[in-house]
């Protein structure tokens, strides 16, 4: 996903000639929306029968009109069958935590990602981000519907922190989890990396 965003960043004729310049920038406005619904879904799977599902359901409501606002300001159901699908895997995973231990793992999981979220869009709105290959006329050809936000009219700052995003993400997926640290109650492994 990283080498996407670097692709569409310096070279975005080679990605579907230059749409995925704007695919890029949802996609991280996306990410935001998923990287806040993985901390509040880690809290409502840590509650127990009818409160857990009535969180659940309300959580839904949310998002759904949340993945709804999205795809029409950009303009792209795809975006939202993106979303309904990634969501739909997270709200099964909140519904069938097994343990302490599993919804502790994704509570750490989900609050690095969000640390790494904020702290990356903090740092690429304060620092000047090179252009790369996105010119004006390509942004006039491939998304000449782009609003006035920051992000819309400056999509390099969107596509450089996908990039460095996706790679720290990836990098922290790809270690094996390591046995040890886990309690003599539960017996079960935890990431080293969260601990």
């Not at 857990?52 to 303009?75: E, N």
């Not at 690429?124 to 000449?144: F, S, Y």
């Given at each position: 996903?990283?080498?996407m965003?670097?692709?569409?960043?310096?070279?975005?004729?080679?990605?579907?000639?230059?749409?995925?310049?704007?695919?890029?920038?949802?996609?991280?406005?996306?990410?935001?929306?998923?990287?806040?619904?993985?901390?509040?879904?880690?809290?409502?799977?840590?509650?127990?029968?009818v409160?857990?599902?009535?969180?659940?359901?309300?959580?839904?409501?949310?998002?759904?009109?949340?993945?709804?606002?999205?795809?029409?300001?950009?303009r792209?159901w795809?975006?939202?069958?993106?979303f309904?699908?990634?969501?739909?895997?997270?709200?099964?995973?909140?519904?069938?935590?097994?343990?302490?231990?599993d919804?502790?793992?994704?509570?750490?999981?989900?609050?690095?990602?969000l640390?790494?979220?904020?702290?990356?869009?903090?740092?690429?709105?304060?620092?000047?981000?090179?252009?790369?290959?996105i010119?004006?006329?390509?942004?006039?050809?491939?998304?000449?519907?782009r609003?006035?936000?920051?992000?819309?009219?400056?999509?390099?700052?969107?596509?450089?922190?996908?990039?460095?995003?996706?790679?720290?993400?990836?990098?922290?997926?790809?270690?094996?989890?390591?046995?040890?640290?886990?309690?003599?109650?539960?017996?079960?492994?935890?990431?080293?990396?969260?601990?």
């Amino acid at each position: 996903m990283s080498a996407m965003f670097v692709i569409s960043w310096w070279w975005p004729r080679a990605l579907d000639n230059g749409r995925w310049v704007k695919l890029g920038v949802r996609m991280m406005v996306l990410e935001f929306i998923l990287v806040h619904s993985g901390v509040l879904l880690g809290v409502v799977a840590a509650r127990q029968g009818v409160e857990r599902g009535r969180s659940l359901l309300r959580l839904a409501a949310l998002y759904t009109i949340f993945g709804v606002v999205i795809a029409l300001v950009f303009r792209s159901w795809e975006i939202l069958a993106s979303f309904a699908a990634v969501m739909s895997g997270r709200y099964w995973s909140a519904c069938t935590a097994r343990g302490a231990a599993d919804v502790s793992a994704s509570q750490r999981r989900a609050a690095a990602s969000l640390a790494l979220y904020v702290g990356l869009t903090f740092i690429t709105v304060i620092i000047p981000v090179p252009r790369g290959g996105i010119t004006p006329a390509l942004l006039e050809e491939v998304w000449r519907t782009r609003g006035s936000g920051l992000w819309e009219r400056h999509p390099e700052k969107a596509l450089a922190m996908g990039s460095v995003y996706f790679l720290i993400l990836g990098i922290i997926e790809a270690r094996a989890p390591r046995r040890g640290g886990a309690s003599a109650r539960d017996g079960e492994a935890r990431s080293g990396l969260f601990e």
